[in-house]
T-cell receptor, first 111, second 116 residues
Framework: DADVTQTPRNRITKTGKRIMLECSQTKGHDRMYWYRQDPGLGLRLIYYSFDVKDINKGEISDGYSVSRQAQAKFSLSLESAIPNQTALYFC??????????FGSGTRLTVV | AQSVTQPDIHITVSEGASLELRCNYSYGATPYLFWYVQSPGQGLQLLLKYFSGDTLVQGIKGFEAEFKRSQSSFNLRKPSVHWSDAAEYFCAVGAAPGAGSYQLTFGKGTKLSVIP
């Protein structure tokens, strides 16, 4: 099994719908992150969490919310999806400054 | 604020040729620098990282990178490119160990194409 698992891998949803992307990890890391990737823009940080009780906004948090249900689980929600939220979403974990471990990504299309 | 610039959006090289991908960073303290690779449809894999010590660091898959503080650069190199190296490469900068947040800032990426 992968260290960082994201579900679903692909999702198509309609404008205005609520959608949740889930991330779970077996690394035992305290810190978890959500990034979105858009062609030509690289990865941009949406939210990050240092532990279950610590949630922080990243540079592009508007339109998103997160929940850290447990040390191993960090979910990202789009309360009312819009087309410009179509992107590739990555979850990542870290424990020290040794770099991140990334999930395989969720490709989200909002139509 | 920290930032990373990868000047080359797309590079094409012939198989067997040498490769250098450029990365310039801006960071207010001692940086922790990374290179990641993303193959099509995959997540990001760590190639190498640098915090201190020898400014030439070796990574996986035959890659190396050189840290040049005076130029705020951390360029990635490979002596002989293989077709399987075709991917997108991301440079990232973060805080030094023990300096607090481990949040990384990524460059916009350089897409590498390899001609057989």
């Amino acid at each position: 099994d992968a260290d960082v698992t994201q579900t679903p891998r692909n999702r198509i949803t309609k404008t205005g719908k609520r959608i949740m992307l889930e991330c779970s990890q077996t690394k035992g890391h305290d810190r978890m992150y959500w990034y979105r990737q858009d062609p030509g823009l690289g990865l941009r940080l949406i939210y990050y969490s240092f532990d279950v009780k610590d949630i922080n906004k990243g540079e592009i948090s508007d339109g998103y919310s997160v929940s850290r249900q447990a040390q191993a689980k960090f979910s990202l929600s789009l309360e009312s999806a819009i087309p410009n939220q179509t992107a590739l979403y990555f979850c990542a974990t870290s424990q020290t400054s040794q770099g991140y471990t990334f999930g395989s990504g969720t490709r989200l299309t909002v139509v | 604020a920290q930032s990373v610039t990868q000047p080359d959006i797309h590079i094409t090289v012939s198989e067997g040729a040498s490769l250098e991908l450029r990365c310039n960073y801006s960071y207010g303290a001692t940086p922790y620098l990374f290179w990641y690779v993303q193959s099509p449809g995959q997540g990001l894999q760590l190639l190498l990282k640098y915090f201190s010590g020898d400014t030439l660091v070796q990574g996986i898959k035959g890659f190396e990178a050189e840290f040049k503080r005076s130029q705020s650069s951390f360029n990635l190199r490979k002596p002989s490119v293989h077709w399987s190296d075709a991917a997108e490469y991301f440079c990232a900068v973060g805080a030094a160990p023990g300096a607090g947040s481990y949040q990384l800032t990524f460059g916009k990426g350089t897409k590498l194409s390899v001609i057989p």
